[in-house]
């Protein structure tokens, strides 16, 4: 009489360990990705909500120089919102990264978003010449 086996050899479970792991390195990367894309739309999309708070200071005082304490200062997770700099006739308001995320994404007074890199120090200017304007 033959006593028959059933289950997996070492060798078929390898093998799906090996895909398993071949999956694991192309998709969590990518799922980060997406993430930090997620994250950084979201901080985007805080920073247009405060220009428009600004725009209406604007319109009652015609000047943005009280910009600072109309909006104060704000934070998630992943980001701090505050107001990086302000002027009679300009703004400059910044999501400075406050997580994982390796880059600080600022908004002017004319819409212009732009996402700069932090430095070795963790820092970063709307001057570096490696900021991406979006």
Same mark, same amino acid.
């Given at each position: 009489?033959?006593?028959?086996?059933?289950?997996?050899?070492?060798?078929?479970?390898?093998?799906?360990?090996?895909?398993?792991?071949?999956?694991? !390195?192309? !998709?969590?990367?990518? @799922?980060?990705?997406?993430?930090?894309?997620?994250?950084? $739309?979201?901080?985007?999309?805080?920073? *247009?909500?405060?220009?428009?708070?600004?725009?209406?200071?604007?319109?009652?005082?015609?000047?943005?120089?009280? !910009?600072?304490?109309?909006?104060?200062?704000?934070?998630?997770?992943?980001? $701090?919102?505050?107001?990086?700099?302000?002027?009679?006739?300009?703004?400059?308001?910044?999501?400075? $990264?406050?997580?994982?995320?390796?880059?600080?994404?600022?908004?002017?007074?004319?819409?212009? $978003?732009?996402?700069?890199?932090?430095? *070795? @120090?963790?820092?970063?200017?709307?001057?570096?010449?490696?900021?991406?304007?979006?």
């Amino acid at each position: 009489m033959k006593i028959r086996n059933s289950g997996f050899t070492l060798i078929e479970i390898m093998v799906v360990v090996i895909i398993l792991g071949i999956i694991a !390195a192309v !998709a969590i990367p990518s @799922y980060n990705n997406y993430m930090e894309r997620t994250r950084i $739309t979201a901080a985007r999309t805080k920073l *247009q909500e405060d220009a428009t708070k600004l725009g209406k200071l604007f319109m009652r005082t015609n000047s943005y120089a009280s !910009a600072e304490e109309t909006l104060g200062v704000a934070s998630d997770i992943y980001f $701090t919102y505050f107001v990086d700099a302000a002027s009679t006739e300009n703004y400059l308001l910044k999501a400075k $990264t406050s997580g994982d995320i390796q880059r600080d994404i600022y908004f002017n007074h004319l819409g212009e $978003t732009y996402i700069c890199p932090l430095d *070795q @120090y963790g820092n970063s200017s709307v001057s570096d010449v490696k900021c991406e304007k979006k």
